[in-house]
């Protein structure tokens, strides 16, 4: 449980989110066509809603609890198969709780996440 407390208030400092309840608006928008945003936005709002971003990070870059998903997410299917069989920390989600087409609007939210910029073109690291 302190493990779990530690990575949201983490997250809500990084984000400078109010400590109450995480608010979506600090995420990026997904940087995909019409047709691709769509599901993308969707995906946004189910990853937040199922709690994805506790241990993966608001944009999926990982964290103390939860794995690295984005950007250059694994294949859906192997992901969709993880997420319904895990045996490990993360608790598996079956079909009920995450649909498959949430499953695959999430899918398409961390595609559409762009990798971070390279540390030299950062002024304040150099």
């Known amino acids: 449980m302190k493990h779990l407390l530690l990575c949201i208030s983490l997250a809500l400092v990084a984000f400078n989110a109010p400590a109450q309840s995480p608010s979506p ?9 019409p047709s691709q945003s769509q599901s993308a936005e969707k995906g946004r709002v189910a990853f937040i809603q199922n709690g994805c971003w506790q241990c993966h990070g608001f944009v999926g870059q990982g964290g103390a609890a939860g794995l690295k998903l984005a950007p250059d997410p694994k ?9 319904r069989n895990t045996r490990g920390t993360m608790p598996p989600y ?3 709780l995450l649909p498959p087409a949430d ?3 999430i899918h398409a939210y961390l595609q559409s996440l762009p990798p971070a910029p390279d540390p ?6 150099n």
């Open 25 to 33: 608006s600090p995420l990026p928008s997904p940087s995909q066509s």
């Open 75 to 83: 294949p859906l299917a192997y992901i969709a198969a993880f997420i």
């Open 120 to 125: 030299k073109t950062i002024p304040l690291l």
């Open 103 to 105: 499953l695959a609007d």
């Open 94 to 96: 079956s079909e009920k």
